[in-house]
C-alpha cells in the first residue's frame, strides 16, 4: 500500500468521525434547543406564580388581615365586658336565696289570707 492509499484511507477514516461528530452536535443543537424552551416555560411559570402570590399578598393584607383584626377586637370587647366567673357563681347564689325567701313569704301570705 502506497502512501496516497495510506492518506484517502486516513481521510476516509476522518471523514467518518467528522459524520459522526456532526450528527453528535446536531443532537446537542437539539436538546439545547429543548432545554432554551423549558426554560422560557419556566420562567413564564414563575412570572405567573409571582403575580399570583402578589394577588395572594395584597388579598391577606386588604382583606384577611383587617378580618382577623376585627375578630380580635370584638373577642377582645367581650372578655372586656363578660362578668367574672366568681360575680355570676355570687349572683346565681343569692338568686337561689331570693327566690327561696321569696316562696317562703309567698306561702305565708297564703296561709295568712287562709286564716282570715
Do not use: H, W
Amino acid at each position: 500500500m502506497n502512501n496516497e492509499e495510506k492518506i484517502l484511507e486516513i481521510l476516509g477514516v476522518i471523514q467518518s468521525d467528522v459524520s459522526g461528530l456532526k450528527t453528535d452536535v446536531a443532537d446537542l443543537k437539539t436538546d439545547v434547543a429543548d432545554l432554551k424552551t423549558d426554560v422560557a416555560d419556566l420562567k413564564n411559570d414563575v412570572a405567573d406564580l409571582k403575580t399570583r402570590v402578589t394577588k395572594i399578598e395584597i388579598t391577606q393584607e386588604n382583606v384577611i388581615l383587617p378580618q382577623l383584626q376585627a375578630l380580635a377586637e370584638g373577642q377582645a370587647n367581650l372578655l372586656a365586658t363578660l362578668a367574672p366567673k366568681s360575680r355570676v357563681e355570687a349572683l346565681e347564689d343569692e338568686m337561689s336565696f331570693m327566690k327561696s325567701v321569696v316562696k317562703a313569704l309567698s306561702q305565708e301570705v297564703a296561709e295568712l289570707k287562709k286564716a282570715q
